[in-house]
């Protein structure tokens, strides 16, 4: 097993003033943690029939590509308004100061086929709820959640607790 933890480098005070965050850049450079990653990853999806993986902008992309090629899955991006370029769906989720909201191509998904969400991290879950709302309103099965790391003292998991969610370190 391979020390994963140690491959992600900490940045202080980044993108503001108390926030320690966890730059995945040094891990993906390393093409043995990289592999690594994918691989546990994908094996935690590999025996449920997952017919698409959904990563939201911009590191779920990352890490989300890899892991649908190699479970045998189409990849679909959600993303930041006005950045797909034909009918999307939109949904507006509230932050902590106002609101956000993210897009889907309105054929990306068709009923009953079974999603998986992957991204690098949970934080407050904000994002992955209103990921999981657009699948689900498209007629898909949010079936995992799945993520390289969880800041679990951010209560994420509590707000995703009506979903499977996997990931492979914890801080």
Do not use: C, W
């Amino acid at each position: 097993m391979l020390d994963i933890k140690s491959k992600i480098r900490e940045i202080q005070d980044f993108p503001k003033e108390g926030i320690n965050f966890k730059d995945i850049t040094t891990l993906l450079k390393d093409k043995d943690a990289f592999k690594y990653v994918v691989d546990e990853m994908a094996k935690q999806l590999q025996d449920l029939n997952i017919d698409i993986i959904v990563g939201p902008e911009a590191r779920g992309f990352i890490m989300g590509t890899p892991i649908a090629y190699k479970i045998g899955a189409g990849f679909v991006p959600v993303r930041k308004p006005n950045k797909l370029p034909a009918d999307t769906l939109s949904y507006v989720y509230d932050l902590e100061y106002g609101t956000d909201s993210i897009e889907i191509h309105k054929d990306a998904i068709q009923k009953g086929q079974r999603v998986a969400i992957v991204d690098d991290l949970l934080a407050t879950g904000g994002t992955v709820l209103a990921t999981t709302k657009l699948i689900e309103e498209l007629g898909g099965e949010v079936v995992s959640i799945n993520f390289l790391m969880v800041l679990s003292f951010l209560d994420g998991k509590e707000l995703l607790k009506n979903y499977r969610v996997e990931s492979l370190l914890e801080y």
